[in-house]
Nanobody, 119 residues
């Protein structure tokens, strides 16, 4: 199966930036819709953004639109999340996820990388 490994999380001050990466192993990465989710303590897992297999379609949650940018590099089997103008409410464990184009849900998940935004 596809293995996803996130990296790039850390501690940053409000207003700062971080760039997360998600490296995929396995075949057919270019055939998957990819997404970022996040989960803060005591809260439900939240959709952040997604990107189509080709990179041609991108969607963002309203809470991050204009601040976060998702991208993918299919030859490197990697997706990225550039996070700018970070807010304390962005603090969460960030997960990378993949969905087959023909699938009805995200079936591949990374282990998560922690993002902490201090005030």
């Amino acid at each position: 199966q596809v293995q996803l490994v996130e990296s790039g999380g850390g501690l940053v001050q409000a207003g700062g930036s971080l760039r997360l990466s998600c490296a995929a192993s396995g075949r057919s990465f270019s055939a998957y819709t990819m997404a970022w989710f996040r989960q803060a303590p005591g809260k439900e897992r939240e959709f952040v953004c997604d990107i189509s297999a080709s990179g041609g379609r991108i969607g963002y949650a309203d809470s991050v639109k204009g601040r976060f940018t998702i991208s993918r590099d299919n030859p490197r089997n990697t997706i990225y999340l550039q996070m700018n103008s970070l807010k304390p409410e962005d603090t969460a464990l960030y997960y990378c996820a993949g969905k087959r184009i023909s699938g009805n849900g995200y079936t591949y998940w990374g282990q998560g990388t922690q993002v902490t935004v201090s005030s």
